[in-house]
């Protein structure tokens, strides 16, 4: 069973300083995908990456692909009350039809 | 606005009953998936449909089930309910067949049971 583990589960920071959640696995997976879903909303899709070593930059938000293709990081500049919500990772796994989901990093950034 | 419509927004019931959640996808969009989703958890995959026929099926409990109609409109069944159904219920769609295309996100209906 193809598992993708979030860490930190919960983030609290102040404005201005930096960060990164990670989304890691032991599977490989031919693409992952980070969406930010905020309160009272359903999840955006911020970012697909697909290849070993894959490195994308949204703004303030930078997204790597681990080499190996099992996991991925997603690192916030100079955090914004604006980026406060829940960040979810999804893989595509074996079947490459279907998403696994992590159970998502909730950052909240004070101003 | 993801162009996905979900109806109701909020839903207050007592157990043992039944809902229906309603879903209306992204003009063009042939697949529809519905998540549930537990208290700041992640999403728990339910099923999907795609051009009316079933998918995918995922963690979805027997007294739940789900159908897609010929416009493509998608309605999530939530029989026998019990407190534990209380969850945010979302819906997506996809142009494509598969779920790792970009989803796009209904903003979801909050059911509580009593």
């Known amino acids: 069973t193809q598992l993708l583990e979030q860490s930190p589960q919960f983030l609290s920071i102040q404005e201005g300083e930096n960060l990164t959640v990670y989304c890691n696995s032991s599977s490989v997976f031919s693409s992952l995908q980070w969406y930010r879903q905020e309160p009272g909303e359903g999840p955006v899709l911020l970012v697909t990456v697909v290849t070993g070593g894959e490195v994308k930059k949204l703004k303030r938000l930078t997204f790597q692909f681990g080499d190996a293709r099992k996991d991925s990081s997603l690192h916030i500049t100079a955090a914004q009350p604006g980026d406060t919500g829940l960040y979810l990772c999804a893989g595509a796994g074996d079947s490459n039809y279907q998403l696994i989901w992590g159970a998502g990093t909730k950052l909240i950034i004070k101003p | 606005d993801s162009g996905v419509t979900q109806t109701p927004k909020h839903l207050i019931t007592a157990t043992g009953q039944r809902v229906t959640l309603r879903c209306s996808p992204r003009?063009?969009?042939?697949?529809v998936y519905w998540y549930q989703q537990s208290l700041d958890q992640g999403l728990q995959f339910l099923i999907q449909y795609y051009n009316g026929e079933e998918r995918a099926k995922g963690n979805i409990l027997e007294r739940f089930s789900a159908q897609q109609f010929p416009d493509l409109h998608s309605e999530l069944n939530l029989s026998s309910l019990e407190l534990g159904d209380s969850a945010l219920y979302f819906c997506?769609?996809?142009?494509?067949?598969?779920?790792?295309?970009?989803?796009?996100f209904g903003e979801g209906s909050r059911l509580t049971v009593l």
């Open positions: 003009s063009g969009d042939l697949s």
């Open positions: 997506a769609s996809s142009s494509g067949l598969a779920e790792t295309g970009e989803l796009f």
